[in-house]
Protein backbone atom coordinates (compact mmCIF):
# COMPACT_ATOMS: atom_id res chain seq x y z
CA UNK A 1 0.00 0.00 0.00
CA UNK A 2 2.46 2.01 0.62
CA UNK A 3 4.47 1.56 -2.34
CA UNK A 4 1.15 2.44 -4.60
CA UNK A 5 1.03 5.69 -2.68
CA UNK A 6 5.01 6.22 -3.30
CA UNK A 7 4.84 5.09 -7.06
CA UNK A 8 1.72 7.45 -7.77
CA UNK A 9 3.38 10.47 -5.89
CA UNK A 10 6.83 10.18 -7.85
CA UNK A 11 4.41 10.25 -11.42
CA UNK A 12 2.97 13.49 -10.38
CA UNK A 13 6.11 15.15 -9.69
CA UNK A 14 7.51 13.78 -13.36
CA UNK A 15 3.94 14.82 -14.90
CA UNK A 16 4.92 18.61 -15.70
CA UNK A 17 7.90 17.79 -17.28
CA UNK A 18 6.73 15.46 -19.75
CA UNK A 19 5.59 16.96 -23.21
CA UNK A 20 4.07 14.03 -25.36
CA UNK A 21 0.44 14.20 -24.90
CA UNK A 22 0.10 10.13 -25.08
CA UNK A 23 3.23 9.83 -22.80
CA UNK A 24 1.19 12.17 -20.46
CA UNK A 25 -1.73 10.40 -20.51
CA UNK A 26 -0.29 6.94 -19.57
CA UNK A 27 1.23 8.55 -16.72
CA UNK A 28 -1.98 9.86 -15.44
CA UNK A 29 -3.83 6.66 -15.76
CA UNK A 30 -0.67 4.73 -14.09
CA UNK A 31 -1.05 7.44 -11.29
CA UNK A 32 -5.06 6.61 -11.16
CA UNK A 33 -4.05 3.08 -11.15
CA UNK A 34 -1.94 3.26 -8.00
CA UNK A 35 -3.84 5.40 -5.75
CA UNK A 36 -7.03 3.18 -6.95
CA UNK A 37 -4.95 0.05 -5.56
CA UNK A 38 -5.60 1.46 -2.27
CA UNK A 39 -8.58 3.12 -2.44
CA UNK A 40 -6.69 6.74 -2.48
CA UNK A 41 -9.17 9.19 -4.16
CA UNK A 42 -6.78 11.25 -5.17
CA UNK A 43 -6.70 9.17 -8.49
CA UNK A 44 -9.67 9.96 -9.42
CA UNK A 45 -9.26 13.64 -11.00
CA UNK A 46 -6.55 12.52 -13.19
CA UNK A 47 -8.63 9.66 -14.81
CA UNK A 48 -11.09 12.17 -15.24
CA UNK A 49 -8.96 14.29 -17.02
CA UNK A 50 -7.99 11.49 -19.04
CA UNK A 51 -11.49 11.03 -20.22
CA UNK A 52 -12.49 14.22 -21.31
CA UNK A 53 -10.10 14.39 -23.77
CA UNK A 54 -9.31 11.11 -25.10
CA UNK A 55 -10.64 9.40 -28.10
CA UNK A 56 -11.55 6.19 -27.35
CA UNK A 57 -12.07 4.74 -30.62
CA UNK A 58 -8.38 6.06 -31.55
CA UNK A 59 -7.18 4.28 -28.39
CA UNK A 60 -9.00 1.86 -26.79
CA UNK A 61 -6.61 0.37 -24.80
CA UNK A 62 -6.43 3.67 -22.77
CA UNK A 63 -10.10 3.75 -22.62
CA UNK A 64 -10.38 0.59 -21.12
CA UNK A 65 -7.54 1.25 -18.67
CA UNK A 66 -9.16 4.43 -17.27
CA UNK A 67 -12.88 3.02 -17.38
CA UNK A 68 -11.71 0.02 -15.49
CA UNK A 69 -10.15 2.35 -13.39
CA UNK A 70 -12.76 4.58 -12.30
CA UNK A 71 -15.23 1.88 -12.20
CA UNK A 72 -12.90 0.40 -9.12
CA UNK A 73 -13.36 3.80 -7.28
CA UNK A 74 -17.31 3.09 -7.82
CA UNK A 75 -16.60 -0.38 -6.36
CA UNK A 76 -14.89 1.09 -2.96
CA UNK A 77 -18.51 3.10 -2.44
CA UNK A 78 -20.58 0.56 -2.71
CA UNK A 79 -22.03 1.96 -6.22
CA UNK A 80 -21.56 -1.65 -8.08
CA UNK A 81 -24.23 -1.55 -10.54
CA UNK A 82 -22.30 1.60 -11.67
CA UNK A 83 -18.98 -0.20 -11.74
CA UNK A 84 -20.30 -3.02 -14.02
CA UNK A 85 -21.53 -0.54 -16.55
CA UNK A 86 -18.22 1.26 -16.82
CA UNK A 87 -16.38 -2.15 -16.80
CA UNK A 88 -18.17 -3.52 -19.46
CA UNK A 89 -17.89 -0.30 -21.27
CA UNK A 90 -14.57 -0.97 -20.77
CA UNK A 91 -14.17 -4.72 -21.90
CA UNK A 92 -15.72 -3.35 -25.55
CA UNK A 93 -12.47 -1.07 -25.65
CA UNK A 94 -10.28 -3.92 -24.52
CA UNK A 95 -11.47 -6.27 -26.95
CA UNK A 96 -9.78 -4.56 -29.45
CA UNK A 97 -6.24 -5.04 -28.79
CA UNK A 98 -6.89 -7.53 -26.69
CA UNK A 99 -3.16 -6.55 -24.51
CA UNK A 100 -2.99 -9.09 -21.26
CA UNK A 101 -2.95 -6.85 -18.85
CA UNK A 102 -5.91 -4.70 -19.96
CA UNK A 103 -7.97 -8.06 -20.63
CA UNK A 104 -7.06 -9.57 -16.63
CA UNK A 105 -7.82 -6.75 -15.21
CA UNK A 106 -11.26 -5.74 -16.57
CA UNK A 107 -12.17 -9.30 -16.60
CA UNK A 108 -11.47 -10.02 -13.00
CA UNK A 109 -13.00 -6.66 -11.78
CA UNK A 110 -16.29 -7.84 -13.47
CA UNK A 111 -15.86 -10.72 -11.58
CA UNK A 112 -15.33 -9.07 -8.81
CA UNK A 113 -17.97 -6.49 -9.59
CA UNK A 114 -20.78 -9.04 -10.40
CA UNK A 115 -20.00 -11.65 -6.69
CA UNK A 116 -20.64 -8.24 -4.72
CA UNK A 117 -24.35 -7.97 -6.52
CA UNK A 118 -24.93 -11.39 -6.05
CA UNK A 119 -24.61 -12.32 -9.45
CA UNK A 120 -22.50 -15.69 -9.03
CA UNK A 121 -23.02 -16.91 -12.54
CA UNK A 122 -22.29 -13.50 -14.18
CA UNK A 123 -19.19 -13.32 -11.74
CA UNK A 124 -18.19 -16.99 -12.48
CA UNK A 125 -18.55 -16.64 -16.21
CA UNK A 126 -15.79 -13.47 -16.08
CA UNK A 127 -13.90 -16.06 -13.61
CA UNK A 128 -13.59 -18.81 -16.02
CA UNK A 129 -12.85 -16.33 -18.92
CA UNK A 130 -10.25 -14.85 -17.11
CA UNK A 131 -8.83 -18.50 -16.37
CA UNK A 132 -8.76 -19.49 -20.52
CA UNK A 133 -7.65 -16.39 -21.33
CA UNK A 134 -4.48 -16.77 -18.92
CA UNK A 135 -4.24 -20.38 -21.01
CA UNK A 136 -5.01 -19.25 -24.34
CA UNK A 137 -2.32 -16.14 -23.85
CA UNK A 138 0.23 -17.58 -21.83
CA UNK A 139 -0.75 -15.47 -19.20
CA UNK A 140 -0.65 -16.97 -15.66
CA UNK A 141 -1.71 -13.73 -13.35
CA UNK A 142 -5.09 -14.21 -15.54
CA UNK A 143 -5.88 -17.95 -15.00
CA UNK A 144 -4.43 -17.37 -10.88
CA UNK A 145 -7.14 -13.93 -10.65
CA UNK A 146 -9.64 -16.33 -12.20
CA UNK A 147 -9.21 -18.80 -9.89
CA UNK A 148 -9.26 -16.81 -6.67
CA UNK A 149 -12.94 -15.36 -7.83
CA UNK A 150 -14.06 -18.84 -8.73
CA UNK A 151 -13.02 -19.75 -5.55
CA UNK A 152 -14.87 -16.63 -3.46
CA UNK A 153 -18.07 -17.40 -5.55
CA UNK A 154 -17.67 -21.17 -4.54
CA UNK A 155 -17.54 -20.00 -0.74
CA UNK A 156 -20.34 -17.52 -1.04
CA UNK A 157 -22.23 -20.09 -2.16
CA UNK A 158 -22.22 -22.59 -0.27
CA UNK A 159 -19.79 -24.72 -1.86
CA UNK A 160 -16.51 -24.43 0.69
CA UNK A 161 -14.85 -27.72 -0.69
CA UNK A 162 -14.80 -26.16 -4.07
CA UNK A 163 -13.43 -22.78 -2.96
CA UNK A 164 -10.39 -24.69 -1.52
CA UNK A 165 -9.87 -26.62 -4.92
CA UNK A 166 -9.31 -23.53 -6.80
CA UNK A 167 -7.72 -21.96 -3.88
CA UNK A 168 -4.89 -24.35 -4.49
CA UNK A 169 -4.65 -23.55 -7.92
CA UNK A 170 -4.36 -19.74 -7.08
CA UNK A 171 -1.36 -20.95 -4.83
CA UNK A 172 0.44 -23.19 -7.06
CA UNK A 173 0.32 -20.69 -10.16
CA UNK A 174 1.01 -18.40 -7.78
CA UNK A 175 4.19 -20.43 -6.85
CA UNK A 176 5.40 -21.16 -10.65
CA UNK A 177 5.47 -17.33 -11.36
CA UNK A 178 6.45 -15.92 -8.40
CA UNK A 179 3.44 -13.48 -6.91
CA UNK A 180 3.29 -13.73 -3.40
CA UNK A 181 0.19 -11.65 -3.64
CA UNK A 182 -1.43 -14.50 -5.69
CA UNK A 183 -0.23 -17.49 -2.58
CA UNK A 184 -1.92 -15.19 0.23
CA UNK A 185 -4.69 -14.35 -1.58
CA UNK A 186 -5.22 -18.19 -1.98
CA UNK A 187 -5.25 -18.47 1.96
CA UNK A 188 -7.65 -15.97 1.88
CA UNK A 189 -10.13 -18.29 -0.22
CA UNK A 190 -9.04 -21.24 1.82
CA UNK A 191 -9.26 -19.51 5.66
CA UNK A 192 -12.98 -18.53 4.46
CA UNK A 193 -13.80 -21.37 2.84
CA UNK A 194 -12.40 -23.96 5.80
CA UNK A 195 -14.52 -21.77 8.61
CA UNK A 196 -17.75 -21.88 6.44
CA UNK A 197 -17.40 -25.86 6.29
CA UNK A 198 -16.44 -26.07 10.11
CA UNK A 199 -13.21 -27.25 9.35
CA UNK A 200 -11.44 -25.06 12.18
CA UNK A 201 -7.80 -25.91 11.98
CA UNK A 202 -7.06 -25.76 8.36
CA UNK A 203 -8.77 -22.35 8.64
CA UNK A 204 -7.12 -20.93 11.41
CA UNK A 205 -3.75 -22.09 9.55
CA UNK A 206 -4.34 -20.73 6.09
CA UNK A 207 -5.53 -17.54 7.85
CA UNK A 208 -1.75 -17.32 9.50
CA UNK A 209 0.12 -17.88 6.62
CA UNK A 210 -2.38 -15.42 4.70
CA UNK A 211 -1.42 -12.49 7.36
CA UNK A 212 2.07 -13.36 7.36
CA UNK A 213 2.59 -12.69 3.61
CA UNK A 214 0.58 -9.74 3.45
CA UNK A 215 2.32 -7.72 6.12
CA UNK A 216 5.45 -8.91 4.59
CA UNK A 217 4.55 -7.59 1.77
CA UNK A 218 2.10 -4.52 2.56
CA UNK A 219 -1.14 -6.25 1.23
CA UNK A 220 -3.06 -3.98 4.09
CA UNK A 221 -6.62 -4.53 2.31
CA UNK A 222 -5.82 -7.97 2.72
CA UNK A 223 -4.69 -7.91 5.99
CA UNK A 224 -7.77 -5.80 6.93
CA UNK A 225 -10.28 -8.31 4.80
CA UNK A 226 -8.83 -11.64 6.43
CA UNK A 227 -8.05 -10.32 9.93
CA UNK A 228 -12.32 -10.17 10.79
CA UNK A 229 -12.77 -14.02 9.25
CA UNK A 230 -9.38 -15.00 11.30
CA UNK A 231 -10.85 -12.94 14.43
CA UNK A 232 -14.31 -15.75 13.92
CA UNK A 233 -12.16 -18.49 13.41
CA UNK A 234 -9.79 -18.47 16.33
CA UNK A 235 -13.15 -17.75 18.82
CA UNK A 236 -14.85 -20.85 16.94
CA UNK A 237 -11.70 -22.79 18.25
CA UNK A 238 -11.89 -21.20 21.85
CA UNK A 239 -8.34 -19.49 20.96
CA UNK A 240 -8.88 -16.21 23.35
CA UNK A 241 -6.26 -14.79 20.78
CA UNK A 242 -9.44 -13.43 18.76
CA UNK A 243 -9.79 -10.16 20.94
CA UNK A 244 -6.16 -9.47 20.16
CA UNK A 245 -7.05 -10.43 16.22
CA UNK A 246 -9.77 -8.42 16.29
CA UNK A 247 -7.62 -5.60 17.23
CA UNK A 248 -5.29 -6.11 15.00
CA UNK A 249 -7.90 -6.22 12.33
CA UNK A 250 -9.31 -2.42 13.39
CA UNK A 251 -5.85 -1.29 13.15
CA UNK A 252 -5.34 -2.58 8.80
CA UNK A 253 -8.83 -1.84 8.47
CA UNK A 254 -7.98 2.16 9.81
CA UNK A 255 -4.95 1.74 7.26
CA UNK A 256 -7.26 1.22 4.19
CA UNK A 257 -10.04 3.54 4.86
CA UNK A 258 -12.21 1.43 2.61
CA UNK A 259 -15.78 0.36 3.83
CA UNK A 260 -16.27 -2.80 2.65
CA UNK A 261 -13.47 -3.32 4.95
CA UNK A 262 -15.48 -1.91 7.66
CA UNK A 263 -18.27 -3.74 7.12
CA UNK A 264 -16.92 -7.07 7.16
CA UNK A 265 -14.61 -6.24 10.28
CA UNK A 266 -17.98 -5.54 12.03
CA UNK A 267 -19.81 -8.32 10.97
CA UNK A 268 -17.27 -10.87 11.81
CA UNK A 269 -15.97 -9.48 14.81
CA UNK A 270 -19.24 -9.03 16.00
CA UNK A 271 -20.43 -13.02 15.07
CA UNK A 272 -16.87 -13.57 17.32
CA UNK A 273 -18.24 -11.76 20.52
CA UNK A 274 -21.76 -13.85 20.14
CA UNK A 275 -19.77 -16.92 19.77
CA UNK A 276 -18.02 -16.11 23.26
CA UNK A 277 -21.27 -15.07 24.79
CA UNK A 278 -20.43 -11.24 24.68
CA UNK A 279 -23.80 -9.97 23.50
CA UNK A 280 -23.13 -6.05 24.31
CA UNK A 281 -19.60 -6.44 22.71
CA UNK A 282 -21.56 -7.91 19.73
CA UNK A 283 -24.40 -5.02 19.80
CA UNK A 284 -21.00 -2.61 19.97
CA UNK A 285 -19.63 -3.84 17.05
CA UNK A 286 -22.45 -3.85 14.13
CA UNK A 287 -24.02 -0.64 15.20
CA UNK A 288 -21.05 1.12 14.94
CA UNK A 289 -22.49 4.76 13.83
CA UNK A 290 -19.89 5.56 11.26
CA UNK A 291 -20.41 2.30 9.42
CA UNK A 292 -21.75 4.00 5.35
CA UNK A 293 -25.20 2.07 3.88
CA UNK A 294 -23.67 -1.15 1.96
CA UNK A 295 -25.66 0.39 -1.22
CA UNK A 296 -26.22 -2.72 -3.50
CA UNK A 297 -23.82 -4.22 -1.90
CA UNK A 298 -24.83 -8.55 -1.55
CA UNK A 299 -21.70 -9.56 0.37
CA UNK A 300 -22.47 -7.17 2.93
CA UNK A 301 -26.17 -7.59 3.41
CA UNK A 302 -25.82 -11.11 3.81
CA UNK A 303 -23.05 -11.15 6.50
CA UNK A 304 -24.27 -8.34 8.34
CA UNK A 305 -28.42 -9.41 8.18
CA UNK A 306 -27.75 -12.69 10.15
CA UNK A 307 -25.42 -10.75 12.95
CA UNK A 308 -28.56 -7.94 13.40
CA UNK A 309 -31.07 -10.94 13.57
CA UNK A 310 -29.20 -12.87 15.91
CA UNK A 311 -28.70 -9.93 18.25
CA UNK A 312 -32.48 -9.00 17.97
CA UNK A 313 -33.65 -12.69 19.06
CA UNK A 314 -30.78 -13.00 21.83
CA UNK A 315 -32.04 -9.72 23.28
CA UNK A 316 -35.48 -11.00 23.25
CA UNK A 317 -36.92 -9.00 20.82
CA UNK A 318 -37.70 -11.61 18.11
CA UNK A 319 -40.49 -9.30 16.24
CA UNK A 320 -37.33 -6.41 15.30
CA UNK A 321 -35.57 -9.97 13.93
CA UNK A 322 -38.44 -11.31 11.85
CA UNK A 323 -38.25 -8.47 8.92
CA UNK A 324 -34.54 -8.80 9.03
CA UNK A 325 -34.47 -12.12 8.32
CA UNK A 326 -37.06 -11.76 5.98
CA UNK A 327 -34.57 -9.77 3.98
CA UNK A 328 -32.04 -11.98 4.71
CA UNK A 329 -34.04 -15.04 3.42
CA UNK A 330 -35.28 -13.32 0.56
CA UNK A 331 -31.93 -11.96 -0.81
CA UNK A 332 -30.16 -15.71 -0.05
CA UNK A 333 -33.35 -17.55 -1.64
CA UNK A 334 -32.66 -14.89 -5.16
CA UNK A 335 -29.23 -15.89 -5.33
CA UNK A 336 -28.44 -19.07 -4.57
CA UNK A 337 -26.76 -18.27 -1.29
CA UNK A 338 -27.29 -21.68 0.42
CA UNK A 339 -24.75 -21.25 3.17
CA UNK A 340 -25.71 -17.83 4.22
CA UNK A 341 -29.69 -19.26 3.45
CA UNK A 342 -29.18 -21.91 5.99
CA UNK A 343 -27.64 -19.92 8.31
CA UNK A 344 -30.52 -17.56 7.96
CA UNK A 345 -33.18 -20.34 8.47
CA UNK A 346 -31.97 -21.79 11.71
CA UNK A 347 -32.16 -18.42 13.05
CA UNK A 348 -35.71 -17.55 11.58
CA UNK A 349 -36.76 -21.87 13.63
CA UNK A 350 -34.84 -19.86 16.46
CA UNK A 351 -37.41 -16.64 15.75
CA UNK A 352 -40.40 -18.46 15.43
CA UNK A 353 -39.59 -20.52 18.43
CA UNK A 354 -39.55 -17.23 20.44
CA UNK A 355 -43.01 -16.31 19.05
CA UNK A 356 -44.81 -19.32 20.02
CA UNK A 357 -44.77 -20.65 16.70
CA UNK A 358 -43.25 -23.72 17.26
CA UNK A 359 -44.32 -25.61 13.73
CA UNK A 360 -43.36 -22.64 11.81
CA UNK A 361 -39.79 -23.42 13.51
CA UNK A 362 -40.18 -27.08 13.02
CA UNK A 363 -40.37 -26.02 9.16
CA UNK A 364 -37.15 -24.07 9.05
CA UNK A 365 -35.08 -25.95 11.03
CA UNK A 366 -35.83 -28.72 8.54
CA UNK A 367 -34.61 -26.90 5.79
CA UNK A 368 -31.52 -25.44 7.34
CA UNK A 369 -30.32 -29.06 8.46
CA UNK A 370 -31.22 -30.46 4.73
CA UNK A 371 -29.13 -27.59 3.48
CA UNK A 372 -26.50 -28.20 5.95
CA UNK A 373 -25.91 -31.60 5.69
CA UNK A 374 -25.81 -32.14 1.83
CA UNK A 375 -23.22 -28.69 2.00
CA UNK A 376 -21.00 -30.43 4.80
CA UNK A 377 -21.14 -27.54 6.99
CA UNK A 378 -20.13 -28.92 10.08
CA UNK A 379 -20.54 -26.14 12.52
CA UNK A 380 -23.69 -24.88 11.10
CA UNK A 381 -24.98 -28.32 11.13
CA UNK A 382 -24.43 -29.10 14.96
CA UNK A 383 -25.83 -25.66 15.60
CA UNK A 384 -29.27 -26.46 13.26
CA UNK A 385 -29.16 -29.61 14.86
CA UNK A 386 -29.55 -28.15 18.79
CA UNK A 387 -32.35 -25.77 17.76
CA UNK A 388 -33.99 -28.73 16.52
CA UNK A 389 -33.67 -30.93 19.98
CA UNK A 390 -35.30 -27.93 21.30
CA UNK A 391 -37.78 -27.66 19.15
CA UNK A 392 -38.54 -31.44 19.81
CA UNK A 393 -38.29 -30.87 23.62
CA UNK A 394 -41.32 -28.20 23.30
CA UNK A 395 -43.35 -29.97 21.40
CA UNK A 396 -42.81 -33.31 23.58
CA UNK A 397 -43.73 -31.32 26.81
CA UNK A 398 -47.11 -30.73 24.51
CA UNK A 399 -46.34 -26.93 23.64
CA UNK A 400 -47.65 -26.78 19.47
CA UNK A 401 -48.05 -30.44 20.17
CA UNK A 402 -51.22 -31.73 21.99
CA UNK A 403 -51.24 -35.38 21.20
CA UNK A 404 -47.91 -35.57 21.84
CA UNK A 405 -46.56 -37.82 19.13
CA UNK A 406 -43.43 -36.72 18.69
CA UNK A 407 -40.56 -39.42 20.28
CA UNK A 408 -38.66 -37.52 22.66
CA UNK A 409 -35.18 -39.39 21.82
CA UNK A 410 -34.98 -37.38 19.01
CA UNK A 411 -33.61 -34.93 20.79
CA UNK A 412 -31.12 -36.87 22.41
CA UNK A 413 -29.97 -37.94 18.75
CA UNK A 414 -29.80 -34.53 17.48
CA UNK A 415 -27.73 -32.94 20.90
CA UNK A 416 -25.18 -36.30 20.84
CA UNK A 417 -24.45 -35.82 17.03
CA UNK A 418 -24.10 -31.74 17.34
CA UNK A 419 -21.54 -32.63 20.11
CA UNK A 420 -19.78 -35.05 18.10
CA UNK A 421 -19.73 -32.34 14.74
CA UNK A 422 -17.95 -29.65 17.27
CA UNK A 423 -15.25 -31.95 18.34
CA UNK A 424 -15.10 -33.15 14.51
CA UNK A 425 -14.82 -28.99 13.51
CA UNK A 426 -11.90 -28.73 16.18
CA UNK A 427 -9.83 -31.78 14.79
CA UNK A 428 -7.63 -31.99 11.57
CA UNK A 429 -9.53 -33.08 8.25
CA UNK A 430 -7.37 -34.75 6.52
CA UNK A 431 -9.58 -34.70 3.53
CA UNK A 432 -7.78 -31.43 3.06
CA UNK A 433 -4.06 -31.45 1.59
Not at 221 to 244: S, Y
Not at 404 to 414: E, L, S
Amino acid sequence: SGASAAAAQALVSALPHVADERERTDIEIDIGQHYASIGDVRGLPHLEGVMARLDRDAEPDQAARTLGTIARYHHYVFEHRRSVELLEEARRHAEVDKLPGTMTTIMTFLAGAYQHLGDFPMSRKYAREAVEFGESHNHPLASALGHEFLGEAAFMVGQWREAVAEAALDRRIGHEIGARDRIAWADFVENDACLFGGRLPEAVAAGKRCLALAETIGEWRLAAILGGFQTLALAELGDDGWRAMAARTREWVILTGQWLMHHLMAANVASAHLVAGDLAGASLVISDPTLPKPGDNFVVMITRLPVLAEIAIRSGRPEEARPILDELLRLTRARGAEGYLGYGLRLSAVCEAAQGNIAAGRIAIEEAIEIHERLDHRLHLARSLRVRADLTESLVSGIGNPDRKIPPDGAVTDRRRADQLDQLSRLPDRTIA
